[in-house]
Structure formats: C-alpha cells, structure tokens
C-alpha cells in the first residue's frame, strides 16, 4: 500500500506597510543624533529596532520565535532576552582612497542586535553604533540568510554639487504621497524572510520606514503595536533615553508618524 504524502505546507502571508516619519519627528530624531553625537540613519534605525523590540515582546508568538533563553511569557515586563538577527545592505569602504573610488561597493552583512531586560533606549543606540562603527559583522550566510531581517537604509545626498548647487531629490518617485490617503496594503502568499525593513529618505524632513512582513513571525497585531511603540520611542529617546527598551508603550505620543 502506497503510504499517504503529507499535504504541501502553505506559503507565509507577506503584507507591506509604511510609515512616514516627518516634521517634529525627524526634528526630535536630530536632537537625539546631536545630543548623542550619532549618525542620524542609526538613531532612526535604533528607534525602529527598538519598536520592533517591544512589539514583538508583547506578543506571545513573536515572543517565542525571537527570545534567547527559550521563554515564552506574554508580558513585556518579564521578558529577559530578544535577539533579532540582522542582515545590513552596508557600504564597503574601508580601504584607504576607497572614498575616491567609482562604484558601489556595498554588500550584505550578518549582525545580531541582543536586547536584554535591562538595557535602555540610549544603550541600545549606542550598541547599534557600536556595531556599525566598528563593523562587528559577519559575511553573510546564504544558507542562513531567509532567515534574517534584511535591513536597507537609503538617504538623500545632501551636499550640493556642482557649480549648481545640484541635490538630489526623490521627489519624482514619492509624488504627492506625503499630502495623501496613504497606499493601500499589499499582500500575497509567498516565501519570505521574516521582514523587510527599508528606511528611504524622501526630503530632509521626511523619511518612509517601508515594511515587507511575513505574518507567520510578525503578525498585524504586532504591526499595529509596532507604529505605537515606534512614535512612542522617538519621544523617549529625546526626553528620558534611560527608559528601559522593555518598558510598555503609553498611550500618548506628541509626535506625528
């Protein structure tokens, strides 16, 4: 008798979602790089990791996929360790005269942010530096790569150029989409890594942090406590930077996301 083949598993559910961060927010951000002596891309990336954080403590499942010592409790406040695997879209000039050179140069490297139940907004801004600075990466793993957040940061050139003051802008690709409704979500059925986090400059007080999410790890729950947590810690990280990563979300911010 021919045994009976197990039924084909489902492809995750994918869905996007975007959120634009502008005005007060990108202003509260640059006080926090200033005061903290911080590329402002990391302060904005620190933010994001740590909404992340704290979304995914909140929910059990989440929990369960990303925790370090194989717990499982639902409340943020008993949580001891979270572990997001990180695949960074770096630049690759570390050589000397390498600045002068044509070409991108950029490659994909393997990091791994650790949050422990007492670290705080400022220490993870500073460990999330830290790496950056000074490179504590790994070349990635092809294997082990669907398995990570791939994480991309793209901003604007800012420098004038030229003798016409040339800047570049991504005004033609965005549109009106700042003075819009908003795009519709997307979603599909699919193979995908856990998440997609793309941080995209659009003008020097506006940046988009696009998201393509698998909801077998990240749920819409979990994105919906995401864009609360996230204009939560923008506020944070400027007034109280010693607030505890796992410290619950208020229900007030002052910032507009």
Not at 32 to 49: E, H, Q, W, Y
Request: hydrophobic share 40%; net charge positive; with cysteine.
């Amino acid at each position: 008798r021919m045994a009976s083949q197990a039924s084909p598993k489902r492809p995750p559910w994918v869905y996007t979602h975007e959120v634009l961060v502008e005005l007060g927010a990108v202003e509260s951000l640059w006080r926090s790089a200033r005061k903290l002596g911080l590329p402002f891309d990391v302060v904005l990336l620190s933010v994001v990791l740590a909404a992340t954080i704290r979304a995914a403590a909140a929910i059990a499942s989440c929990a369960r996929q990303f925790a370090c010592d194989g717990g499982c409790e639902t409340d943020v406040r008993q949580r001891t360790k979270l572990s997001l695997p990180l695949t960074l879209y770096a630049p690759m000039r570390d050589g000397d005269m390498n600045d002068a050179m044509i070409g991108l140069f950029s490659d994909w490297r393997d990091a791994t942010v650790t949050c422990a139940d007492n670290l705080t907004l400022l220490g993870l801004s500073m460990n999330i530096a830290d790496i950056i600075r000074q490179r504590r990466w790994k070349v990635f793993d092809p294997i082990q790569n669907s398995e990570r957040l791939l994480v991309n940061i793209l901003p604007l050139d800012e420098q004038p150029r030229g003798p016409q003051n040339f800047r570049q802008t991504r005004a033609h690709e965005y549109g009106d989409r700042r003075r819009g409704s908003g795009r519709e979500r997307r979603a599909w059925g699919a193979p995908h890594r856990p998440m997609r986090i793309t941080l995209e400059q659009e003008a020097p007080d506006a940046w988009w942090v696009s998201l393509d999410v698998n909801a077998d790890f990240f749920p819409t729950t979990w994105c919906r406590k995401f864009v609360k947590e996230l204009k939560q810690c923008v506020g944070q990280l400027e007034a109280s930077p010693l607030v505890k990563v796992f410290e619950e979300a208020k229900s007030n911010s002052t910032f507009d996301t």
